[in-house]
DNA sequence: AACCAGGACACAA
DNA sequence: TTGTGTCATGGT
């Protein structure tokens, strides 16, 4: 073939997805790389760009390039995951029917362990505006550059654990994380070396994948159960954040002083196998409630 | 302009 | 075991 094309060789594909909200489960504080664009929503998943839309009950998908398989979109995207059967799963409770109502179709991720683990060590007491800076910093200053379209600004991968242990923490400081610097490079560090094997814990038990996180610096029992939930698929995992804690204690006990740990108790015995899901219902629900209103 | 953010940690009592 | 100060940064 002599023909010049002049734009790079894209792949479009469609997937049907019913119950699934993706504006909702792409902003809800799980994944901190995509940003709603004209076209559909922009982000990168490994080293695809991709562009997502939603079309009456489908998901049409984007990449810059021919891609041989779609699977690495489908598992992030949980798009094999049937809603009603986890909705069904959830306690019969006031609080929960109201999460659901208003924001059924809100999906958990399925996120690569690595960039989940480094998000998050990056996400404590930051706002989701500020973690997307910071990641997004990140991955223009260590990442490596993907294919984009004609014309488009430039897309990076997120950075390995190989990439930023070699950086030093200053570098990593520009890109604002402050205190958390140490904490981001010893995590690679411990990566790198293969003192982590972040894939092999996919194989555990929750309890047994959940300590070599918690072995992390700067990782405690709320990052942990992020990564367990949102990059491993432990769907009883239950991150309990200021949003989380506050929905509990408004929505289950309410007037009533509630400790921290007597949450983390509740939340365990309470929510069931898919509590990861109620957790992320009861944060979303709680988060878009009570922004300021017009 | 204060207050707070998808926390964790060292240290106190 | 449970409670407080500290850390860095900037959005609301």
Redesign the pocket.
């Known amino acids: 073939v002599t023909s010049v094309d002049q734009h790079p060789p894209t792949s479009h594909a469609v997937f049907p997805a019913t119950d699934y909200d993706l504006a909702a489960t792409l902003t809800?504080?799980?994944a901190f790389r995509w940003r709603l664009q004209p076209g559909g929503w922009e982000g990168v998943i490994g080293n695809h760009w991709v562009r997502l839309t939603m079309q009456q009950n489908a998901i049409h998908a984007t990449t810059a390039r021919k891609v041989k398989s779609w699977d690495w979109l489908t598992r992030y995207l949980q798009l094999d995951v049937s809603l009603g059967a986890v909705l069904a799963e959830f306690p019969d409770d006031e609080p929960l029917r109201q999460a659901v109502k208003s924001c059924r179709g809100l999906r958990l991720l399925r996120q690569d362990p690595w960039e989940c683990l480094a998000s998050f060590i990056l996400?404590?007491?930051?706002?989701?505006?500020?973690?997307q800076?910071i990641v997004d910093l990140l991955c223009q200053r260590f990442g490596q550059p993907v294919h984009i379209p004609t014309g488009h600004a430039p897309a990076f991968s997120f950075p390995t654990a190989q990439q930023l242990a070699q950086a030093e923490e200053a570098e990593l400081?520009i890109c604002?994380m402050?205190?958390r610097a140490p904490y981001l490079k010893a995590a690679a560090t411990k990566v790198a070396s293969g003192d982590l094997d972040l894939q092999q814990l996919s194989a555990l038990p929750v309890d047994q994948a959940r300590s070599p996180l918690l072995n992390c610096?700067?990782?405690?029992?709320?990052?942990?159960d992020?990564v367990l939930l949102f990059a491993y698929g432990f769907q009883n995992a239950f991150?309990?954040?200021?949003?989380?804690a506050k929905a509990l204690r408004q929505l289950y006990f309410p007037g009533q002083t509630v400790?921290?740990?007597q949450l983390r108790e509740f939340s365990n015995s309470y929510f069931g196998p898919q509590a990861g899901y109620a957790?992320?219902y009861l944060?979303h629900f709680m988060?878009t409630r009570t922004l300021?209103r017009p």
């Open positions: 809800s504080g799980q996400s404590s007491t930051k706002q989701i505006v500020q973690i800076q400081r604002k402050g205190f610096l700067g990782v405690g029992q709320k990052i942990a992020c991150p309990v954040d200021v949003w989380v400790s921290h740990q957790q992320q944060f988060r300021p």
